[in-house]
Nanobody
Framework: QVQLVESGGGLVQPGNSLTLSCAAS????????IGWFRQPLGNERQFVGA????????YYTDSVKGRFTISRDNDQNMAYLQMNNLEPEDTAVYYC???????????????????WGQGTQVTVSS
């Protein structure tokens, strides 16, 4: 069964950090660009950032640049989203997704990603 599974979400205070993990099974993750998206309650799913299959290129939306870092470990079939200096506006369900059609981190549309995890909730609140 091909699937992505996110983990690591939770409740954190503003200014703190959290790392999300994305575990792949049934597919070799190193064939694909991995994107991270988030969906605040009542809003559309938004691009956060992406990493190409080699791990050498990343791209982030402006609101998280300098605070979030995406990495991957292809040997472990894992991808990660390190989130620092979290803000209440970062509260959302976070998803990882695989771009099975093209390589490169600059694909920011939900439509570019065919395989999705179930999401993990991140709540930033004091």
């Amino acid at each position: 069964q091909v699937q992505l599974v996110e983990s690591g979400g939770g409740l954190v205070q503003p200014g703190n950090s959290l790392t999300l993990s994305c575990a792949a099974s049934g597919l070799p993750l190193d064939d694909y660009t991995i994107g991270w998206f988030r969906q605040p309650l009542g809003n559309e799913r938004q691009f956060v950032g992406a990493i190409d299959w080699t791990g050498e290129r990343t791209y982030y939306t402006d609101s998280v640049k300098g605070r979030f870092t995406i990495s991957r470990d292809n040997d472990q079939n894992m991808a990660y989203l390190q989130m620092n200096n979290l803000e209440p506006e970062d509260t959302a369900v976070y998803y990882c997704a695989a771009n099975t059609a093209a390589n490169g981190p600059y694909y920011t549309s939900v439509a570019n990603y065919a395989l999705w995890g179930q999401g993990t909730q991140v709540t930033v609140s004091s």
